[in-house]
């Protein structure tokens, strides 16, 4: 029966890392000011009580792996790192004068790219001087994605003595095959090493990032990285979906045929089987694509009902006012989204003036703010419902017709003023998502824009 269904709902759509998703932005009606009035208005809202949070994208790779979706500059140049540092400050000078007072930093992430690729004085500078116009939170969450070929012992204990407990490594694959077309050659003893190390240093929450649905994968060489993953017990997991979006991304996911790649069905093995392998082994699936040990407080954050999702994936804690920083970088003020320049001499350019380097922006309306709970609730709670007056809108029972079918497929459970997604519906919560998103709903693509959903 699940093949049926895969085959019926495996169809291009979003992550829901936001909604309005990036493609269905109202660009035109964006403007910088209007975004900055929202930006003030959540930080009153929030500041005194949760704070905000700092998303910082460190961008230089030394190599290109042709997997990654992320906005990255490829250069083995590291007298690029000082200029570009004095960029971010300077962009975060610019919000510090916008918001008028200091600031209490609840939650920072450092991605990229690759933020390990930076030397460790180079991360010091940066952080201790944002750490000296704001204040942090009493239990901050500062958290940072470290590459296990270039992550030193030394850049570990530097970010742990700033504060940061939480690191993951994007592990990907075991197999040297597969480490050979996705250009990620990383030997096992490096992630070893840099796990080991971070546990003795004092990290108390050491993820491992993996993606299935890539080319020349098989179940055995799946079965394989997760049980030498599993060996080292990470507190956490993220279990992707390779998204094969090369009309977007293009040459660095052309460099293998889509005839290397694993069909839909054999790719839903690999999460399915992987699944059940990892919960076998004490692991709980937390969302989408994620899973934990019950100790991790990720998972007490789904049992609290206090887990979030946003452009950097699940996060156990939450703030209305993320703030991106560095090139490609998005904001969120929760009324609104910017993203920053995603070419580099444009966000110099733009900083160069004294701007601002926000290219794009989405200013949510009524609709999108009630739509945006919807989707959030999916996808972090599995379920949502609309017995009060603030989550109804006027196109819900249209939605509920889009969902018959799915619930009659046992994907979902549909109450008086409620849906919960079932256990056999969590493999398609974008799709069931894909029902309230009445932005792509009223404007079909039609060109393929997003990856496949299974």
């Given at each position: 029966?699940?093949?049926?269904?895969?085959?019926?709902?495996?169809?291009?759509?979003?992550?829901?890392?936001?909604?309005?998703t990036v493609p269905y932005w109202d660009e035109e009606s964006f403007s910088k000011d209007r975004y900055i009035e929202t930006l003030k208005r959540s930080f009153?809202?929030?500041?005194?009580?949760?704070?905000?949070?700092?998303?910082?994208?460190?961008?230089?790779?030394?190599?290109?792996?042709?997997?990654?979706?992320?906005?990255?500059?490829?250069?083995?140049?590291?007298?690029?790192?000082?200029?570009?540092?004095?960029?971010?400050?300077?962009?975060?000078?610019?919000?510090?004068?916008?918001?008028?007072?200091?600031?209490?930093?609840?939650?920072?992430?450092?991605?990229?790219?690759?933020?390990?690729?930076?030397?460790?004085?180079?991360?010091?500078?940066?952080?201790?001087?944002?750490?000296?116009?704001?204040?942090?939170?009493?239990?901050?969450?500062?958290?940072?994605?470290?590459?296990?070929?270039?992550?030193?012992?030394?850049?570990?204990?530097?970010?742990?003595?700033?504060?940061?407990?939480?690191?993951?490594?994007?592990?990907?694959?075991?197999?040297?095959?597969?480490?050979?077309?996705?250009?990620?050659?990383?030997?096992?003893?490096?992630?070893?090493?840099?796990?080991?190390?971070?546990?003795?240093?004092?990290?108390?929450?050491?993820?491992?990032?993996?993606?299935?649905?890539?080319?020349?994968?098989?179940?055995?060489?799946?079965?394989?990285?997760?049980?030498?993953?599993?060996?080292?017990?990470?507190?956490?997991?993220?279990?992707?979906?390779?998204?094969?979006?090369?009309?977007?991304?293009?040459?660095?996911?052309?460099?293998?045929?889509?005839?290397?790649?694993?069909?839909?069905?054999?790719?839903?093995?690999?999460?399915?089987?992987?699944?059940?392998?990892?919960?076998?082994?004490?692991?709980?699936?937390?969302?989408?694509?994620?899973?934990?040990?019950?100790?991790?407080?990720?998972?007490?954050?789904?049992?609290?009902?206090?887990?979030?999702?946003?452009?950097?994936?699940?996060?156990?804690?939450?703030?209305?006012?993320?703030?991106?920083?560095?090139?490609?970088?998005?904001?969120?003020?929760?009324?609104?989204?910017?993203?920053?320049?995603?070419?580099?001499?444009?966000?110099?350019?733009?900083?160069?003036?004294?701007?601002?380097?926000?290219?794009?922006?989405?200013?949510?309306?009524?609709?999108?703010?009630?739509?945006?709970?919807?989707?959030?609730?999916?996808?972090?709670?599995?379920?949502?419902?609309?017995?009060?007056?603030?989550?109804?809108?006027?196109?819900?029972?249209?939605?509920?017709?889009?969902?018959?079918?799915?619930?009659?497929?046992?994907?979902?459970?549909?109450?008086?003023?409620?849906?919960?997604?079932?256990?056999?519906?969590?493999?398609?919560?974008?799709?069931?998502?894909?029902?309230?998103?009445?932005?792509?709903?009223?404007?079909?693509?039609?060109?393929?824009?997003?990856?496949?959903?299974?």
């Amino acid at each position: 029966m699940k093949n049926t269904l895969i085959n019926k709902y495996n169809i291009p759509g979003p992550r829901y890392t936001s909604y309005p998703t990036v493609p269905y932005w109202d660009e035109e009606s964006f403007s910088k000011d209007r975004y900055i009035e929202t930006l003030k208005r959540s930080f009153e809202e929030s500041n005194d009580n949760e704070g905000i949070s700092l998303y910082l994208h460190l961008p230089f790779c030394e190599s290109l792996c042709t997997f990654c979706a992320c906005h990255k500059r490829i250069t083995k140049k590291h007298e690029v790192e000082d200029p570009y540092i004095q960029a971010i400050l300077k962009e975060w000078r610019m919000y510090l004068d916008i918001l008028g007072r200091k600031p209490k930093i609840k939650e920072i992430h450092l991605g990229g790219g690759t933020p390990t690729f930076f030397s460790e004085a180079n991360l010091h500078h940066l952080l201790t001087t944002i750490f000296s116009t704001a204040d942090l939170a009493e239990h901050p969450e500062l958290s940072f994605e470290g590459h296990p070929n270039n992550t030193r012992r030394t850049h570990l204990q530097t970010l742990y003595d700033l504060g940061f407990r939480r690191v993951s490594f994007g592990v990907q694959d075991y197999d040297p095959i597969v480490q050979k077309a996705i250009h990620r050659i990383q030997p096992a003893e490096n992630v070893l090493n840099v796990t080991n190390a971070a546990r003795e240093i004092g990290y108390t929450s050491v993820s491992h990032d993996l993606i299935f649905g890539l080319p020349f994968q098989t179940w055995k060489s799946m079965e394989n990285t997760i049980r030498r993953t599993i060996a080292q017990k990470p507190d956490r997991l993220a279990f992707y979906s390779y998204a094969h979006v090369p009309w977007i991304k293009g040459n660095g996911q052309r460099g293998y045929d889509e005839n290397d790649l694993p069909s839909g069905e054999e790719k839903r093995a690999l999460y399915e089987n992987g699944k059940a392998l990892l919960e076998e082994l004490g692991y709980v699936e937390i969302g989408m694509d994620h899973f934990s040990l019950p100790s991790d407080d990720l998972y007490q954050s789904m049992l609290s009902k206090k887990i979030h999702r946003n452009f950097m994936g699940y996060t156990s804690s939450s703030t209305q006012l993320m703030i991106g920083l560095g090139v490609s970088a998005i904001g969120d003020s929760w009324y609104g989204f910017a993203q920053n320049e995603k070419v580099l001499e444009d966000y110099y350019a733009r900083l160069e003036a004294n701007e601002l380097p926000l290219y794009r922006g989405h200013l949510l309306n009524q609709e999108d703010l009630i739509i945006r709970r919807h989707i959030l609730n999916l996808m972090c709670l599995l379920e949502t419902h609309w017995d009060k007056p603030d989550m109804q809108f006027p196109e819900l029972p249209d939605v509920l017709n889009r969902l018959q079918e799915m619930q009659a497929d046992g994907l979902i459970e549909i109450g008086s003023n409620y849906l919960k997604i079932t256990d056999l519906g969590r493999t398609f919560a974008r799709n069931i998502c894909m029902s309230f998103d009445l932005r792509m709903l009223r404007n079909q693509p039609e060109t393929r824009i997003f990856s496949m959903t299974v």
